[in-house]
């Protein structure tokens, strides 16, 4: 998988270009994942999921950091699971294609981890739900580190639709990995921390209510320059009202002169 970032762009219509195609890329890689669980998903009649699953304080159960990510338990499990990897791998995919790429087996091996080290011997972990939620924790804690404005879109973005994540990164339900959802977490956090200067930031796009004020200034020049004019430094002031008065009883707002009247 190939998500390459081109350097940002000048003007706003290239820039919108290049991030419909940065998106539509994320999209089909995440496509791509996701029939690769649903193809998985039906082989998995086959064989016996349990031994490619993750098993805590197992040499066996070691080689699920690998496979497990690619196996759920039900039907349910995958639909929530491919709707989470299709909205949050495009969202991530998008907006960090180069940081994505290499977070990616970073996340893989900390959601495996976390369920290994931290599950309890004898069980079996499954699913790419902790691999979600290192994507969730990546995009979220980019945005807490860039904040640029697509950064703390994206992050919001995340938030809105998976805020809930936060959560269960602890034990709530039952049957439910939590290892491995705080293992991918603290692998998104860690990948965020070290790969946050992978894609460029966007130049800001200037508008033109912020662009008034320098017009005015080089039209004022422009005129002093064609008719000679000099510039307001370069006039003499003549009388400054707020001088100090040179009569020591005048009390600094103004001197008023007195004239002789006009005989009549």
């Given amino acids: 998988m190939h998500l390459p970032s081109p350097a940002p762009s000048d003007t706003p219509a290239t820039a919108a270009r290049d991030d419909l195609q940065r998106l539509r890329r994320a999209l089909l890689a995440s496509l791509a994942f996701v029939a690769a669980l649903v193809a998985t998903y039906v082989a998995q009649g086959a064989f016996d999921a349990r031994l490619f699953a ?28 491919a709707i989470s990897v299709l909205m949050l791998g495009t969202l991530a995919g998008g907006v960090y294609p180069r940081a994505t790429l290499l977070a990616l087996p970073l996340l893989w091996l900390g959601s495996g981890l976390g369920a290994w080290l931290l599950g309890t011997p004898g069980s079996h972990h ?3 739900s902790g691999l979600t ?3 969730m924790f990546l995009v979220f804690s980019l945005g807490l580190l860039r904040r640029d404005r697509p950064a703390i879109a994206a992050a919001m973005i995340a938030f809105m ?71 307001p ?30 005989e009549r």
């Fill in 133 to 135: 939620h290192g994507l």
């Fill in 161 to 231: 639709f998976y805020g809930g994540m936060l959560l269960t990164v602890l034990p709530r339900e039952p049957g439910v990995s939590w290892q491995s959802h705080l293992g991918g977490a603290v692998a998104g956090v860690l990948a965020a921390l070290l790969l946050r200067h992978r894609d460029p930031v966007a130049p800001r796009r200037r508008y033109s209510w912020e662009d008034e004020d320098t017009l005015e200034d080089e039209g004022a020049r422009s005129r002093r320059d064609e008719f000679g004019l000099p510039s």
């Fill in 233 to 262: 430094e370069d006039v003499p002031v003549l009388w400054r009202r707020d001088q100090p008065p040179a009569d020591d009883a005048d009390d600094g707002r103004g001197r008023v002169l007195q004239f002789p009247p006009r």
């Fill in 126 to 128: 499954l699913g790419a």
């Fill in 54 to 81: 993750v098993s805590p304080w197992s040499a066996q159960g070691l080689i699920g950091l690998l496979t497990a990510p690619l196996l759920h338990g039900s039907l349910e499990h995958i639909v929530a699971n």
